[in-house]
Structures are given as structure tokens and as C-alpha cells.
């Protein structure tokens, strides 16, 4: 029963690393979009000028 427990014990040590690592690219990828729009928005303003 041990051997189950600990297995399992480090399972989900390694699924709330993984949970957390793609939370943190979640954030990054959408302050990316966030940045490629106001580049976007930026870009189209000075092509009217």
C-alpha cells in the first residue's frame, strides 16, 4: 500500500508543477496577445498619418 500512496503522492506533485507551468504561459501568452494588439493598433495609426 505504501508503494501506491507514494506513487501517487508524487503524481500529483508533478501534475501542480505542471498545472502552475502552464497557468504561468497561460498569462504570458495573453499579455503577448494584449501587447500585439496595442502594437497593431499603434501600427495602423501611424500608417494614417
Aim: without cysteine; proline residues 0%; charged residues 45%.
Amino acid at each position: 500500500m505504501e508503494k501506491i500512496d507514494e506513487q501517487a503522492v508524487k503524481r500529483d506533485e508533478l501534475l501542480r508543477m505542471l498545472i502552475k507551468i502552464v497557468g504561468k504561459t497561460n498569462e504570458k501568452m495573453a499579455n503577448l496577445e494584449v501587447k500585439v494588439k496595442k502594437l497593431e493598433k499603434e501600427w495602423m495609426r501611424r500608417q494614417t498619418n
